[in-house]
Structures are given as structure tokens and as C-alpha cells.
């Protein structure tokens, strides 16, 4: 069975990996006119406004810009969910997992009480934090970060590390929320505003 790759943390029953990235509400950026666009793979260095394509949309409604191979569906408004399809190329996909795979652990979660990481039977994956220096200077990772940030109209360094997490058979997160519930966290950058979730691989 071939591992799937996501950009967030769910709870799935086949063997996976999920990417997540993590915003948080530390400034808004002071032009929004860049962050509008929205990177087409199947184009090299083509862009095109996302603005046009989701603001205008109804729940349930998907735009398929032609030529693009990029879906944008929203699911919901409140909560806001927006579904955008083919965001990452395979050759991405398969760098994050090649990047990630070596440094797997087990999962952690928040202590509410200090802050800190600890294991819990809330969360059973495997994970790697895509952190190190050599990680970061990483242009296919600098590259997609900024995609995160034209997407999500958020400046990349209000993103937490890219965090790739992996789920085997039988393996979950139970139902959670993403937003910091102690002060240690917050202090360190503010409230999360948003997750963003990328497949890099279909489970089977």
C-alpha cells in the first residue's frame, strides 16, 4: 500500500502522510494586491486571481478554470472551507516526502498547563517538522509557502514550521480543535487564523 501525503492533521484509516502548515494572526500584511494570485503549476510562473474565483461562489459551487487543471470548490463559509485541487505538482510531493521520511516520530500534542509537547492516545501518527535549516532554505518549500500565502492573503513568516505527518492503518487524531487553548503558545506568535491542508498522495 503506497503512503498518501495531506497538508494538515486528520483522522484517515490507510497509511499516509499528512503535510501541515499552521497561520497565525500576527500582522497583517500591508498589500494584499499580490496575495490575490494564485500559482498554476501547469504553467511555469503563470498566476491567476483567486479572488475572482472564490468570493463569488455559494456553498456547493466549484469553478475548473479552464487550461488550469486548478478546482476551487467551497464547502463552507462559516466555518470557511475552500477546497482547491492540483495546488501541489507530483515532483513537489514527492520532495516533501523524501524531505520528511527520515526524520518521523511520534506525534505530540499541546500541554494547556505549560505549553509544552507531550505524547497523547488522542494521536497515534507519526510526524516530522520540515524545520532545519537546510530544510528551510529548501526552494521547493520557500516556493510553497509563498503559494500558502497568496492563498491565504497571510505573510509566509505568520506560518508555523511545515509539519509532514504520517498515518498508518489504524492510526487517527481525534476530532480537535486547531486554535491555542493556553498562553504559552500565544505568546510566541498569536492565535492561529487557519490550517491548510495539502494531499500529497491518494490513500488506498
Same mark, same amino acid.
Given at each position: ?7 494538515? #492533521? ?9 503535510? &501541515? #502548515? ?12 499580490? @496575495? ?9 510562473? @503563470? ?15 466549484? &469553478? ?22 492540483? =495546488? ?21 500534542? &499541546? ?10 492516545? &488522542? ?27 497568496? =492563498? ?53
Amino acid at each position: 500500500m503506497k503512503p498518501a501525503f495531506v497538508l494538515s #492533521a486528520v483522522v484517515l484509516s490507510t497509511l499516509m502522510f499528512v503535510f &501541515v #502548515a499552521y497561520m497565525q494572526l500576527r500582522s497583517l500584511p500591508e498589500s494584499t494586491s499580490g @496575495a490575490q494570485q494564485l500559482y498554476n503549476d501547469n504553467e511555469a510562473g @503563470a498566476t491567476q486571481n483567486i479572488n475572482s474565483m472564490v468570493p463569488s461562489l455559494l456553498v456547493g459551487q466549484e &469553478v475548473d478554470q479552464e487550461n488550469t487543471g486548478i478546482r476551487v470548490e467551497v464547502i463552507s463559509w462559516e466555518p470557511r472551507i475552500i477546497v482547491v485541487d492540483n =495546488i501541489l505538482s507530483p515532483e513537489e510531493c514527492d520532495e516533501f516526502i523524501q524531505m520528511a521520511t527520515p526524520g518521523m516520530e511520534k506525534s505530540t500534542v &499541546v500541554n494547556v498547563a505549560n505549553g509544552k509537547s507531550i505524547p497523547s492516545s &488522542v494521536r497515534t501518527s507519526t510526524g516530522s517538522f520540515l524545520s532545519s535549516h537546510a530544510q528551510k532554505s529548501n526552494p521547493t518549500l520557500k516556493t510553497v509557502e509563498e503559494r500558502l500565502a497568496h =492563498i491565504t492573503m497571510l505573510p509566509p513568516e505568520n506560518g508555523e514550521a511545515i509539519q509532514v505527518l504520517r498515518y498508518e492503518i489504524g492510526q487517527y487524531y481525534r476530532p480537535h480543535h486547531d486554535f491555542f487553548a493556553d498562553e504559552f503558545n500565544k505568546k510566541r506568535g498569536g492565535q492561529r487564523v487557519c490550517t491548510v491542508l495539502m494531499y500529497l498522495s491518494t490513500p488506498e
